[in-house]
């Protein structure tokens, strides 16, 4: 490599101070821990948004956006590009085994009409969907309770991807063939390798961008169940218990929250009692 192109990657590379003062700011607006471990995985990501702005290097951009006055019009965009959306269909299925061998049938037992279920994090989509197929052939096919969804996520990117509710087939694959077929339509074009979910399952779910950060959560009157999973993993412990405890604050007495498998309360002064593996009960 000549000393030319040496420089010139070195001069596009994310500076420390760069990477502190976005980490500082991402930890603010979201309570997300980058460590500098992720300092290589933000420069990657960031180089889109370099290309976007019409930039020419990531240090010119993060000199435009903290001292050039842009911060507040590029907060989006920044945010939507360091956030990690990991996510799959019947992604950790004993959570799914607990709700309907469990939790459906008793709130059926009670009387329950209709069922308020929120989504947190839903990233593509690919849990309130999921949660979605579930919750329609136990009220279709068991005499189950009707059914809302609400899914939110601070990424307006795969909230867009969410809405549409087009993936590729493989996405798929972990979705039983049973439901994929009811819920799943392929394209008319066999060129297109996608499938879209079906109109009404997409009318069940009402897709918002929410902030775990903010003070309170305006999802309406409280939830019967709340799925947050794999969300907790990014906050550090402080962070942690305040949006578990306003995640509480929104479920009925009784309601149940769903955390990720590898995600832990424990020595958190909450209302919540544990009734299966990451499995919590309002108190």
């Known amino acids: ?40 995985m933000i420069e990657g990501r960031l180089r889109r948004r370099v290309r976007a ?36 269909f019947f992604r950790e299925p004993k959570h799914f085994d607990y709700l309907m061998g469990t939790v459906m049938p008793r709130l059926r037992d009670e009387g329950k009409r209709r069922v308020r279920v929120w989504s947190a994090a839903c990233s593509t989509g690919a849990e309130p969907y999921t949660l979605a197929m ?16 609400l899914a939110t996520d601070l990424d307006s990117e795969v909230l867009r991807t969410a809405k ?7 996405l798929l694959d972990p979705v039983p063939s049973a439901l994929r077929n009811r819920y799943a339509m392929k394209a008319s074009d066999p060129k297109r390798t996608e ?18 950060m903010d003070e309170r959560y305006p999802v309406g009157e409280p939830m019967d169940i709340i799925f947050c999973r794999n969300v907790l993993i990014y906050f550090d412990k402080p962070t942690q218990e305040k949006v578990v405890r306003r995640l509480a604050d929104c479920l009925r007495p ?3 929250l769903f955390l990720g498998h590898s995600e832990s309360i424990t020595g958190f002064d909450l209302p919540l009692k544990t009734v299966a593996n990451t499995v919590f009960q309002r108190i």
């Open 1 to 40: 490599m000549s000393n030319a192109a040496r420089l010139a990657v070195s001069s596009d590379a994310l500076q420390r101070r760069d990477f502190d003062r976005i980490s500082a700011y991402v930890y603010k607006e979201c309570g997300i821990r980058l460590p500098p471990a992720k300092m290589t």
């Open 134 to 149: 579930l919750l329609d052939v136990f009220a279709q096919d068991k005499g189950g309770p009707d059914f809302g969804i």
């Open 254 to 256: 009784g309601g149940w």
């Open 53 to 88: 702005t019409g930039l020419s290097s990531l240090s010119d951009y993060c000199g435009w956006v903290f001292e050039g006055n842009h911060l507040e019009a590029e907060r989006e965009h920044l945010l939507n590009a360091v956030t990690t959306n990991k996510t799959d």
């Open 164 to 170: 549409r509710g087009v993936y590729p087939s493989s």
């Open 195 to 212: 499938m879209r979910i079906a109109p009404a399952l997409r009318s069940a779910i009402g897709f918002a961008q929410m902030n775990l």
